[in-house]
């Protein structure tokens, strides 16, 4: 079994601790990372300080190699990284492939998008301006960050934050999830091997329960990017020192079906939505939302399609595996029984061993029901029916949560009508509910978030305008 040690200014720290990272396919002990004392986080935030301006003050054109360098190495040794992600988080190795890859091209989209980032200029000619004036405001970086990433992107959302933050000229602390801590660690080596400065990126590790809040209230933080849960968002924003922040949390993603329009193809979509990665994902479909007659045809087509996932373990490629851990596999066994204990019916699935669990259908979801508005962050469906347009949209605005909606109709009029009642923060019409592509914003309303993801958006979210007036 291999240690891996937090990084603190490019150093492997020494830990008179460690914790124990757990394969969720063999339930075993895969490896173990440094459990860090609030000491040592002090000494990382004391690193990323005494970096930043350094940093910030070495040349843009730098800064973009050293971020060509690190993606060329996650590419060079994708296939130990995804062997690491797969043991570390139960995912399919080549969705743990595909990750990697997609976080190479993050990467490459930053610094196009940064290298069309604007400078507002004004002078005596700009509208509103009667002095004899030059003003230009550029944006610069905001200072010391705090990354949180969760376990079941461990590469693509912590890079995702650190990439356009570091190439603006921030330095950071980052905290991987538990689950992830190790692929964590293996891109702050990466990096380092990328000729990235001591400093300017630090990734500590322990688990969030102990450490989570002396990270977020170190008196050098500037911002906090954070993905998670919405508990520990919301106590996130309570105590952080910093007020801040960017959060990405939960999701109840509903599938709203106005008509039975090529309900083959949008069962398939709804099943691709509903399971990928056990629906593992904030933006998986969580429900479907449509009327007696729709759910009646598309019940037994979601069926059928449920019926050719394939199961098994990540190194088989399936679509569902393991989930991350049992206390996740028992709450959604949980809502499943719920449900059927209060009339639903079991389409199909239901069983388990140990923290696999194959995909559920239920149909005849009522609003008493507990999987009717909990995020189950797992592999369960439910179709709720309501046959009247205006409490669909009730239904699905009650939820607590507001991050994505899919609404499938031929009545493109109709659905943006629909779109436009919805308190989410994205409505698709005609597509699953995702968080791609890249370059668009990403964001929830409600509990589902707070604040503005995505390229241009991280890139504006890390840094700050400072403007310079001159007077002729």
Partial sequence: MEKFKAIINNKEIDSNSWLDIMDPTSEQVYAQVSALSAEEIDLAFKAAKSAQKDWEATSVKKRIEFLIRWKDLMLKNEEDLATTMMHE?????????????????????????????????????????TEDIVAEYKRIAKGVGVAISPFNYPINLAVSKLAPGLLTGNTFVFKPATQGSVIGIKIGKLAI??????????????????????IVTNPLIDFISFTGSVPVGRRLMQISSSKDLVLE??????????????????????????????????????????????????????????????????SENPIITPMID????????????????????????????????????????????????????????????????????????????????????????????????????TVNINRRTQRGPDVLPFLGVKDSGFGVQGIKETILSTTRYRGIIIKK
């Fill in 326 to 425: 049992t206390k996740s596999a028992d709450f959604v066994t949980d809502l499943i029984n719920d449900a059927i204990t209060k009339g639903a019916s079991l389409v199909y699935g239901g069983n388990r061993n140990k923290n696999l669990l194959q995909p559920t259908l239920l149909d005849h979801v009522s609003v008493d029901m507990n999987v009717a508005w909990e995020e189950p962050f797992g592999p369960v469906l439910p179709i709720i029916r309501i046959n009247e347009i205006d409490e669909i949209i009730e239904v699905a605005n009650k939820s607590n949560f507001g991050l994505q909606t899919s609404i499938y109709s031929k009545n493109i009029d109709l659905a943006y009508q629909v779109a436009e009642k919805l308190e989410v923060g």
């Fill in 89 to 129: 988080i139960a995912k399919a190795y080549k969705d743990c492939l595909t990750e990697v890859r997609r976080t190479a091209e993050y990467i490459d989209l930053t610094i196009s998008e940064y290298n069309d980032l604007d400078i507002l200029t004004f002078d005596k000619n700009s509208k509103g301006i």
């Fill in 249 to 314: 949390l939960g999701g109840k993603d509903a599938a709203i079906l106005l008509d039975d329009h090529n309900l083959e193809n949008i069962a398939k979509d709804i099943v691709a939505g509903a399971f990928s990665y056990s629906g593992q994902r904030c933006t998986a479909i969580k429900r479907v939302i449509t009327t007696d007659a729709i759910a009646n045809k598309i019940a037994p087509l979601i069926k059928e399609e449920i019926a050719k996932l394939t199961i098994g373990l990540p």
């Fill in 193 to 214: 091997e990328a000729g990235i400065p001591a400093g300017v990126l630090n990734v500590v590790t322990g688990r969030g329960r102990d450490i989570g809040d002396v």
